[in-house]
């Protein structure tokens, strides 16, 4: 996606391309696929049964908010012509999209993809969305919903719409000739020498999510009884079930970003294949080496692992590229997901471990296997602008992570009860149970509220006290 900048300002007579454009709105459903339901079942499966309800609602919740921001100014922030310093495009040029519906005067409706621009502005829409989503696996069973819902439009508007604008929109870690890139290594024809790459989204989606993560679990702080109690998935199955439909929405994400029904996009799809299969067997084997075993869960964090390093390299390396980043992302997350114990950071369904780390290392890998750029083709500096587009990434989503997740810990406070923590999220914040089972996870009916159930307890005990 570094064809990116000002997709939507081209000449109105561009012929529509009708393949191209159903080819874009079948990747933006698939990536919407990816988010409701698949990264909800695979979070809500890797959680306790007492807060699936919780995590599952984080990602609906956000899908729903960030679907509304990204229509009045999320797309003018990212991908408008009205630069401000490199960082960010003025928010109300496209406000509700205006200037981009078919038949407002002045219109440009058409892109020089031959796609509708408003496929492209639901595509885009979807990688925002699920970008937020990804963020809550680092602070499960522990937060209030409504906190995590302001936070979630805070960040998107000043994390996520800016970072898409610097890579993708024309700003500072773009091609542009006045990027960072630029800066190092000269221009060529009014564009950057050495042009970073990012075609689907490691920068801006999984560096910076996974960096998200990492602050909100520290600043958030432990789950009760992290450490000390077992936190295990209580349904592999719906682990397994989320990372094979993350897997197959996934092609949308990666060959839907070549903007067109095209060889680029096989290449992608191949590319994110043959990574995602060599992840798989790198975690399997750090498992086996490491433990003796081989898990159903190590298999489905290798498949994540695996499409998260390829990311943003599926354009741009061959399939044996494809294949050592994809077996190293394996190995490289599978190790790094121990970390949290180490650190003592309570990163509770490994947002830092896979997405930060498989992120990193997929950006960085750029510069070792990017076809006639990278270390391997016996040149040098493509691997210094995609370590210095990732650090510089890292850098500004962590600073805008903790003033927001500071200042909402300050006035709204993030954290639930102790006592609703330990009885479980999901009553206290949905009156809900996921399995309407007495006595089972929360202990509540499905539909049963909090007050419900303390008054049936409260019953109970007088009872028992008169009988006895």
């Known amino acids: 996606m570094n064809t990116y900048t ?20 079948m990747a933006a459903s698939l990536v919407l696929f990816m988010t409701i339901p698949g990264l909800a079942l695979f979070y809500g499966g890797l959680g306790r049964s007492k807060g699936v309800l919780n995590m599952m609602m984080m990602s609906f919740g956000s899908f729903g908010l960030i679907g509304i921001l990204y229509v009045l100014y999320g797309y003018s922030m990212s991908f408008g012509t009205k630069d401000i310093g490199g960082l960010f495009a003025g928010p109300f040029e496209f406000f509700g999209l205006k200037g981009l519906i078919p038949g407002e005067p002045g219109a440009e409706t058409i892109t020089s993809a031959g796609i509708p621009a408003l496929v492209f502005v639901g595509f885009q829409f979807t990688f925002a969305a699920i970008t937020v989503a990804l963020i809550s696996g680092a602070i499960a069973d522990r937060v209030k919903f409504s906190t995590w819902m302001v936070f979630s439009a805070l960040w998107v508007t000043l994390a996520y719409f800016p970072l898409a604008h610097m890579v993708w929109g024309g700003g500072l870690l773009s091609g542009s000739e006045s990027g960072i890139a630029a800066k ?21 989606v999984h560096i910076n999510a996974g960096m998200a993560g990492l602050v909100l679990a520290v600043l958030v702080g432990k789950r009760i009884g992290f450490g000390r109690q077992p936190m295990r998935p209580h349904n592999v199955p719906l682990v397994m079930l ?15 970003s070549a903007l067109g029904a095209n060889e680029s996009a096989g290449l992608a799809w191949i590319n994110t294949t043959v990574a995602t299969c060599a992840a798989v067997l790198g975690w399997l084997l750090i498992e086996k080496v490491r433990e003796g075993h081989m898990t159903s869960v190590g298999g489905a964090s290798g498949v994540v692992a695996g499409l998260v390093a390829i990311t943003p390299a599926c354009g741009n390396v061959t399939p044996l590229g494809a294949i050592g980043i994809g077996l190293i992302a394996g190995a490289l997350a599978a190790l790094a997901v121990g970390l949290k114990y180490k650190f003592g950071y309570d990163d509770s369904l490994d947002v830092v471990g896979v997405h930060l780390v498989a992120g990193l290392w997929g950006t960085v890998a750029l510069g070792i296997f990017a076809r006639g750029t990278g270390l391997a083709y016996g040149e040098w500096k493509q691997l210094v602008v995609q370590i210095v587009i990732a650090l510089f990434a890292l850098v500004y989503t962590a600073v805008i992570t903790f003033v927001i997740g500071f200042a909402l810990k300050k006035t709204m406070g993030w954290r639930i009860d102790e006592d609703d923590e330990i009885a479980g999220i999901d009553t206290a914040e949905h009156a809900e149970s996921a399995y309407d089972l007495v006595g089972f996870g929360s202990g509540n009916r499905i539909g049963q509220s909090r007050p419900e159930k303390d008054a049936r307890h409260h019953n109970e005990t007088q009872k028992a006290g008169a009988q006895a």
């Open 6 to 25: 000002a997709l939507t300002q081209v000449a109105a007579t561009t012929p529509l391309d009708t393949g191209n454009t159903a080819w874009m709105l």
């Open 184 to 204: 190092l290594f000269g221009t060529t024809d009014g564009a950057a020498t050495v042009v970073p790459i990012d075609f689907a989204g490691g920068t801006v």
């Open 242 to 256: 989320g990372a094979g439909i993350l897997w197959f929405g996934w092609f949308g994400f990666n060959a839907g």
